[in-house]
């Protein structure tokens, strides 16, 4: 049956605004994902699913080992709710999550802080400084895996870690290794300039010959610098993983053999951005409904509320994306409103006050920060509905 009369009879006794995650789409995307990682763990971004119930069913599939998080309160709770092995990928400032993780070797045990410089490791040491005896904080060293060129004038990739080179990654190393109370226990060297671009953008030709040639550049490249930072790491200690990727390239990035396993978040919910690459078909999982609440002219209907724009540069691929029925677009003025929105277009003509349009979300998990729950889809059914972070009241970012 096509999705959206199949939406609507699922969801028929709910009153929009209201989110749904299609399981079958999800557990569809999940097998790729899978296949595309080659027999490599996939470390599972959870900024990208902000969802402790949906992060559980995740983990109970094949293929799937650990967690990805993105703020150390969101970690210290996952682990203290029974996940393991959670790796926070971004540098953490909070001086009560430290002294907590330093406070209980289960936790530290399971939880893997993100450092790029001596600084970080000065913070921990400030902060934990009363606490006896203190477990081995793991680190995870973050390496730089943008592309740079023309002797530095063009950089493509998040600005992130200032540690770029194997002797720089050494450096490191060696100091971690001998400062007591840490442990260097993984690498992470994240390609945002090939997992979060897309290579096949629309209506850009040139823009796409431009995107190919510097993804094809950069991974030329990053083979080779990868492996020569864990080698020079490798001669201080013994890695429990080398992380690198994301959705977007999950098939180039376990191709090298320094790469233990990859991560990956929004190839799960399939939103928006990832319609774009030439390397995978996602199937759209993650939904928002939003009811007709007027019909202003001809082919022109409003909706409640709408304006969930993504986190990222400004400009309209953040927008979320009318969905279902197809062929709707936003007003030029008005775009996605904060408490409503118009939408043009011939699909217009046969919505009623009370029917739902279906949004897409720029982005994976940015959805789970707008609405309490996540209601399930199987088949034709409403199988449950579960709390977002949000829902349990957990807004980490
Ligand atoms: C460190 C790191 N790894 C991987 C990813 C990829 O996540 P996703 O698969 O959700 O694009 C991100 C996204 O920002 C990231 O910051």
């Not at 996952?78 to 926070?88: E, N, Q």
């Not at 992130?160 to 990654?169: F, H, I, K, L, M």
Request: glycine share 10%; proline share 7%.
């Amino acid at each position: 049956m096509d999705a959206r009369p199949r939406y609507d009879r699922a969801t028929e006794t709910l009153d929009p605004p209201f989110a749904i995650l299609d399981l079958d789409a999800m557990r569809a995307n999940a097998a790729d994902l899978v296949r595309r990682a080659g027999g490599k763990p996939i470390r599972v971004a959870t900024k990208s699913i902000r969802c402790r119930p949906v992060l559980e069913r995740i983990m109970a599939m094949d293929g799937f080992h650990g967690l990805m998080a993105f703020t150390l309160p969101e970690a210290l709770w996952l682990a203290r709710s029974g996940f393991a092995d959670i790796l926070v990928a971004y540098p953490t400032a909070d001086r009560a999550a430290l002294a907590e993780l330093a406070g209980d070797p289960r936790l530290a045990r399971e939880i893997t802080v993100t450092v790029d410089s001596v600084e970080h490791l000065d913070y921990v040491d400030d902060v934990v400084a009363d606490v006896h005896p203190r477990p081995e904080i793991r680190i995870c060293l973050d390496i730089d895996a943008g592309y740079i060129a023309f002797g530095g004038k063009f950089r493509a990739g998040a600005l992130r870690s200032t540690v770029r080179e194997p002797e720089q990654a050494a450096d490191l190393a060696a100091e971690i290794a001998k400062r007591p109370g840490f442990r260097l226990a993984g690498l992470m060297a994240y390609e945002a300039q090939i997992a979060g671009v897309g290579d096949a953008p629309p209506g850009n030709p040139a823009m796409t010959r431009a995107i190919r040639l510097m993804q094809q550049r950069s991974a030329r490249e990053l083979v080779m610098r990868r492996g020569r930072v864990v080698n020079a790491v490798r001669q201080f200690c013994d890695l429990d993983f080398v992380n690198g990727g994301g959705t977007g390239s999950i098939e180039r990035t376990v191709r090298e053999k320094a790469v233990t396993e990859v991560a990956a978040g929004s190839g799960f919910f399939h939103p928006r951005l990832f319609d774009f690459y030439r390397a995978f078909t996602g199937h759209p999982a993650a939904f928002f409904a939003l009811p007709v609440v007027r019909r202003p002219g001809p082919a022109t209907v409003t909706v409640l509320g709408g304006g969930y724009l993504a986190s990222g540069p400004a400009g309209p691929s953040r927008l979320p994306q009318p969905y279902l029925p197809p062929g709707l677009r936003y007003a030029p003025d008005e775009g996605a409103g904060e408490v409503q929105t118009p939408l043009l277009g011939e699909a217009a003509e046969d919505l009623r006050v009370g029917d739902r349009v279906w949004f897409r979300h720029a982005k994976a998990g940015e959805l789970c920060e707008r609405f309490a729950a996540l209601h399930l889809i199987e088949g034709d059914d409403l199988v449950g509905t579960v709390p977002t972070y949000r829902g349990e009241g957990k807004t980490f970012l």
